[in-house]
């Protein structure tokens, strides 16, 4: 099992809806077998995976993954393992706890290693243990991102963040932990985000996901709030700005999973 976070400081800028439809390609088109974790209180993962009910949910609230010994769920091929709202709030207050929240969460995703092939962990945006959990237990991290300058300028934190920076939980507790890339999302034909693009892919090219022609990107598309909203997949919203979407789409989620190495 390959676990990927989608994890970014930021609010709103696709780490939901792309796991969500990450899992669905997974599961859908490539046949994987896949486990999704949502973390975030918000639960815009879950709402939308309950409303699709393509995935099982499993009985397991996602806070009790950090706060038990939890030796596996359901038995399916797409579990979800929901957001819990008010239990996921009280983590961060429970510091005492906070070690054993990420070993808790070490050996669930070790004892369901071999029934799943893909896990895809979705997080909040406030950079606590949820989160630090999740990025100590990952293989892969993805960060997507809105092309705007204060965006651009929080790489640093992304990467170098005391608690939570990427080189640092790989330095110093994860060092199997590999960055697949920043994901512009919400991309829009402005100068304004041309500019900005040109400047993320003059300073920070490393850390965008290489694609046969430039750097992955995903644009803005009505589709995909609405895909979310009806819980389907983009490409089954049965409407031509579904099926554009997806042809662009499409070709990041290979790369995703090849640099995942998810055959
Ligand atoms: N490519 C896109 N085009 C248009 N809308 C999008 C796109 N990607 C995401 N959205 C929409 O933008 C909103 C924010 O996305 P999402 O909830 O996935 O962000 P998030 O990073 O998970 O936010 P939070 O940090 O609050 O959890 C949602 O309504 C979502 O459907
Ligand atoms: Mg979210």
Same mark, same amino acid.
């Given at each position: 099992?390959? &676990?990927?976070?989608?994890?970014?400081?930021?609010? =709103?800028?696709?780490?939901?809806?792309?796991?969500?439809?990450?899992?669905?390609?997974?599961?859908?088109?490539?046949?994987?077998?896949? *486990?999704?974790?949502?973390?975030?209180?918000?639960?815009?993962?879950?709402?939308?995976?309950? &409303?699709?009910? $393509?995935?099982?949910?499993?009985?397991?609230?996602?806070?009790?993954?950090?706060?038990?010994?939890?030796?596996?769920?359901?038995?399916?091929?797409?579990?979800?393992?929901?957001?819990?709202?008010?239990?996921?709030?009280?983590?961060?207050?429970?510091?005492?706890?906070?070690?054993?929240?990420?070993?808790?969460?070490?050996?669930?995703?070790?004892?369901?290693?071999?029934?799943?092939?893909?896990?895809?962990?979705?997080?909040?945006?406030?950079?606590? $243990? @949820?989160?630090?959990?999740?990025?100590?237990?990952?293989?892969?991290?993805?960060?997507? *991102?809105? *092309?705007?300058?204060?965006?651009?300028?929080?790489?640093?934190?992304?990467?170098?963040?005391?608690? $939570? =920076?990427?080189?640092? $939980?790989?330095?110093?507790?994860?060092?199997?932990?590999?960055?697949?890339?920043?994901?512009?999302?919400?991309?829009?034909?402005?100068?304004?985000? @041309?500019?900005?693009? @040109?400047?993320?892919?003059?300073?920070?090219?490393?850390?965008?996901?290489?694609?046969?022609? =430039?750097?992955?990107?995903?644009?803005? &598309?009505?589709?995909?709030?609405?895909?979310?909203?009806?819980?389907?997949?983009?490409?089954?919203?049965?409407?031509?700005?579904?099926?554009?979407?997806?042809?662009?789409?499409?070709?990041?989620?290979?790369?995703?999973?090849?640099?995942?190495?998810?055959?």
């Amino acid at each position: 099992m390959k &676990t990927t976070v989608l994890a970014n400081q930021k609010g =709103g800028v696709g780490k939901s809806a792309v796991a969500v439809q990450l899992a669905y390609f997974f599961h859908l088109i490539m046949g994987k077998r896949v *486990l999704v974790i949502d973390f975030d209180h918000q639960r815009n993962s879950s709402k939308a995976l309950k &409303t699709g009910g $393509i995935a099982t949910v499993s009985q397991m609230p996602a806070s009790r993954l950090l706060t038990h010994k939890v030796g596996g769920v359901e038995d399916a091929e797409f579990v979800l393992v929901a957001a819990d709202n008010a239990e996921l709030l009280k983590m961060e207050k429970q510091a005492d706890r906070h070690n054993s929240f990420a070993s808790n969460l070490q050996s669930f995703l070790q004892a369901v290693h071999n029934d799943f092939d893909v896990c895809i962990i979705d997080t909040n945006p406030n950079p606590d $243990i @949820r989160q630090l959990s999740s990025l100590v237990v990952s293989d892969y991290v993805l960060s997507p *991102l809105q *092309l705007n300058q204060e965006a651009i300028d929080g790489i640093g934190d992304l990467l170098n963040h005391d608690t $939570i =920076g990427i080189r640092k $939980i790989k330095a110093a507790i994860n060092p199997k932990l590999e960055l697949i890339g920043i994901l512009p999302n919400l991309v829009e034909p402005t100068p304004f985000q @041309r500019d900005n693009f @040109r400047e993320l892919s003059t300073h920070f090219a490393k850390l965008l996901i290489p694609m046969d022609v =430039g750097f992955a990107a995903i644009k803005k &598309t009505t589709a995909v709030p609405e895909a979310q909203a009806a819980g389907v997949p983009v490409w089954k919203l049965g409407k031509t700005s579904g099926r554009d979407a997806w042809t662009q789409i499409k070709p990041v989620f290979e790369k995703i999973a090849s640099i995942m190495e998810v055959q």
